[in-house]
């Protein structure tokens, strides 16, 4: 069985003007991440243009939350994605019943931090143990989600609300 895989990556930040559109860097391409410590060694990690595959299934969450209603969906054009030289973009279309996220990130509650969850393509990563922390480079992987968070774990990401 496939684990999904958590990253707290981008950080979007929000405007104070109600507008509902998220946008931002889901995934800063050959930036370090802070350590992480889902392993038995500490590793940071990075992603290679291009390393992930988006499908018609990707939806935005709050918190990872895989059973709560999706914030925007990849399917019904709500949340879209395009590549750059810098990373991974993402604009995603909040719903207008919640307020609340909107508010939140415009307050400063929320940082505007998102996370994505993705299952690693096999052969999909290539370690480098000869440092400390080790490094790991993720150059295929399947999106599943992008989720607004409390903390990012990449602190070159950044968007706004538009």
Do not use: C
Request: without cysteine; negative net charge; hydrophobic residues 35%.
């Amino acid at each position: 069985m496939r684990k999904i895989e958590r990253r707290f990556i981008a950080t979007a930040r929000a405007s104070t003007d109600g507008r509902r559109t998220l946008a931002g860097t889901a995934v800063p391409y050959d930036g370090m991440s802070h350590v992480l410590r889902d392993r038995p060694r500490p590793y940071r990690e990075r992603f290679t243009r291009g390393a992930l595959e988006i499908g018609d299934g990707v939806t935005m969450q709050y918190g990872h939350d895989l059973d709560g209603v999706p914030l925007a969906a990849v399917r019904s054009g709500t949340l879209r994605f395009r590549e750059t030289d810098q990373g991974l973009e993402f604009e995603a279309d909040l719903p207008e019943a919640r307020a609340d996220i909107r508010e939140a990130l415009e307050r400063g509650d929320l940082t505007g931090a998102v996370s994505i969850g993705f299952y690693l393509r096999e052969d999909g990563d290539e370690w480098n143990n000869r440092t400390n922390p080790a490094v790991r480079t993720v150059r295929a992987a399947e999106l599943v989600e992008l989720s607004i968070v409390p903390e990012g774990a990449y602190p070159a990401a950044k968007g706004s609300l538009q």
